[in-house]
């Protein structure tokens, strides 16, 4: 099975994905997500310039090699343009060599531990009563496990936030990146609150989960992770700086709430001492930002050693097709822990035709052979790249703080 073509499609229904067509002699095509929210053109072009004319003539089956090529090989390693660039020819590889074989791809992973993946649904208000109307839409909609964000009197406009009419889509279309709020104190004081009310309101059985962002120092993610302790939430999320693993250490000894990190993560050594010293309990790494299945499945069974498990970043960022590879391996592993799940805008479907399924609170990957996705090509050019961008957050004296 030999690499004849390779072609990278930039395309914007409903927000900008970049994806990876490798086609082989055999004409068979497999698809590759290389979506980095904001910074799409860059792996556009690492893929279009330095990486596909490597792949012209290689043996599509050789999956390893070609991954290990395209990581020592570049010399320079690891960061997320280049991550997220393998990652799409990874993935697109083992989407090819499935179709081969004809079979889905989570049987070339080993096979299905789980009948479906439990998804959590995003939920957000800037009161607690839009919060619940938000919860109850999720539960309408089938989540069985729902993350929680609220507004904070005094922080006019706070991530994960949505107005009522609209969808929470961080990435605007803007020519330059909005600017939000932040206030540590304000929030500290007033999320335990937030999780009292809403487990008293849905009772103690539906998993809660939260998603604080990267704002806290060690010691103010210490003292939120105590305090919310009596909710018996399923995780806190990036409560500190990822990039700091160090940090962990004085949030694990002062609270026992389980914590994930990781969504901005790219690589196995951003992770050693995460799982070596068992400082976290999720690992949030998508397929798409973590150097595709073989890079991700590398980090997720030496996280298993430790009983520590996935819980993969799946926002509408992720494309169609990064979500379908994330669901074939989380079917797969045995450390599956939870799946987030953000379904794409209804424009989207014009672009991806993808045949994952979403019932009774869980997801399947289906058993079409391959991934299950497919793109069609005249809806994609009906939708030319907008820039969009993350927005950046400030505090009430202008200091640029994480977003
Ligand atoms: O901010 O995907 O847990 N989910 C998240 C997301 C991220 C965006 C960044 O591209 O934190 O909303
Ligand atoms: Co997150």
Redesign the pocket.
Known sequence: MIIESVEVVVTSPGRNFVTLLITTDDGLTGLGDATL??RELAVAAYLRDHIAPLLIGRDAHAIEDTWQLLYRGAYWRRGPVTMTAIAAVDVALWDLKAQFVRLPLYQLLGGASRSGLLAYGHAGGRDLSELYDSIHRNLDEGFRAV?VQSGVPGIASL??VATPDAA?E??RRTPRPAEEQWDSRAYLRHLPGVFEAVRSEFGPELPLLH?V?HRLTPIEAARLGRSLEPYDLFWL??CTPAEDQEALRLVRSHTVIPLAIG?VFNSVHDYRTLIGERLIDYV?SSVTHTGGITALRRILDLAGLYQIKSGM?G????SPVGMAAALHLGLAIHNFGIQ?YMPHAPVTGEVFWPSFTFAGGLLHPGDQPGLGVSINLPAARRFPYEAAY?PVNRLRDGTVHDW
Do not use: M
């Not at 926002?315 to 992720?318: E, F, K, N, S």
């Open positions: 929210n904001g993350r991530y994960g929470y961080p990435a998603d962002h999320e990036d969504e949030r970043h926002p509408t960022d992720i987030e993350l």
